[in-house]
């Protein structure tokens, strides 16, 4: 939700049927991994999305994704391999 912009928790919390203490909660938790930012203006918290932490999840992905495209392919072409084997035998 915060892709699309600044949200206060008040507009955060609107959009779930969890408590406002639970969805504190959470931001709290998003916080302390670097995820969200919050402001306070006056009585009002805003929370912006801090997208940095994920680039170096997805980097990190991407190569996993290589590794099980190749390893799925290969696994694939064995089976398949191994099933005509059986048909001709």
Not at 19 to 44: D, E, M, N, Y
Not at 61 to 76: A, I
Request: with cysteine; charged share 25%; hydrophobic share 35%.
């Amino acid at each position: 939700m915060l892709r699309g912009g600044p949200q206060t928790v008040g507009e955060l919390a609107s959009n779930f049927r969890a408590s406002r203490p639970a969805i504190s909660k959470h931001l709290r938790l998003l916080r302390s991994a670097g995820l969200v930012i919050t402001q306070k203006k006056g009585a009002t918290h805003i929370c912006r999305l801090n997208a940095k932490p994920l680039q170096a999840v997805s980097l990190w992905l991407r190569e996993y994704e290589v590794f099980w495209g190749e390893s799925l392919r290969g696994l694939k072409n064995y089976v398949e391999g191994t099933a005509n084997q059986k048909e001709r035998d």
